[in-house]
């Protein structure tokens, strides 16, 4: 049989942190000591009190099919909590509850954007943003940073890439996979080209409550009502409260957009688990006082990766204000990140993601978000794979 494959499945490039992942889980399950810094989940369990409202939810018999876009309740919570932590105004029917941030963004990418269409996307990026824009026909331009400007892109170069073709601008901060942090200000500018040149922004801002050294960001759509206007949140359960399994994102967007995705999710996945969504409510009414011990735990594991990969011979690396990521730049040991990330599987049992896959291939990325002892033996093994390497 020949089976033909859709232009636009097989125009897409696997998951590549997926592929890291599920490698290394097989190499531990055949009995190898792998040390993984592939993660991107914190390794710590739901708090206790979301767990519980889930399984009352289940034993009280919440089975069924719920709206499409969320039971009122969760859209309200989430409502509430844009005012509360943002100062943004959204009526419930502007929230849109979906299966996971990662769904919520096709989403909002599928609502917005078609043929013709041109998302402008920084590089490093979250390794989904361009398939997902190729998913929905239309074309992704990437713009490059490096660790020069702290993989930020500039209101230059932001400026520089938009068409008339230009449709949506991709902001993730802090990002996924560099860590990085966008100031308010540097936010701000970016937004003000956007709102200049009627560019819709999708705001990813999932990793918005994990924040070091005092780093703050503030989301882009608060900083005036066409900021508002332009901008589509999407955020999530499951980076703040280690909700990654249960499959539950959110976006909030003017009325119009929100509707359309309401009515692209109706027709295909429906309604995110129902009694998942009950976790979801106590996620956000229940008390926050996992995270800040989940935070100095983070901070501590940051700090210690930071100082040991700039001692290591061939590797440099800035340090991140935000999510669970270091990004090292690894072009001095003279390798490209896939063999680099391929050869220190092989040797030193370490797994670790190349940066090709977020589109630049100088950097590897770590996460931290695995215990202490396996960051100093993987750190180690790091240090041993670079020493042994010849120029
Ligand atoms: C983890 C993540 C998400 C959402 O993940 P889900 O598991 O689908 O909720 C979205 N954006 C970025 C950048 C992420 O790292």
Redesign the pocket.
Known sequence: MNYRISQRAASLSPSLTLVIDSKAKQMKAEGQDVVGFGA?EPDFDTPQHIKDACAKALADGFTKYTPAAGIPELRQAIADKHQRENGLTYKPSQIIVSC????S?YNVILATCQEGDEVIIPAPY?LSYPEMVKLAGAKPVIIETSDKTEFKVTPAQLHAAITPRTRLFVL?SPS?PTGSVYTPEETKALGDICVEKGVLIMS?E??EHLLYDGATVKSVASFSQAHYDHTII?H????AWSM?GW???WCAAPEPIAKAIDAVQSHSTSNPTSFAQKGAVAALTGPQDHLPKWLAEFSKRRTYAFNKLNSIPGITCVNAKGAFYLFPNISQTGLKSAEFCARLLEQEKVAAVPGIAFGADDYIRLSYATGMANIEKGLARIENFCKGLKK
Not at 100 to 103: I, P, S
Not at 236 to 239: E, R, S, V
């Open positions: 991107g996971g941030g990662k769904h963004c979250w993730n996924n990813d999932i990793y999407v999530g359960f499951a980076k990654t499959r539950l994102g």
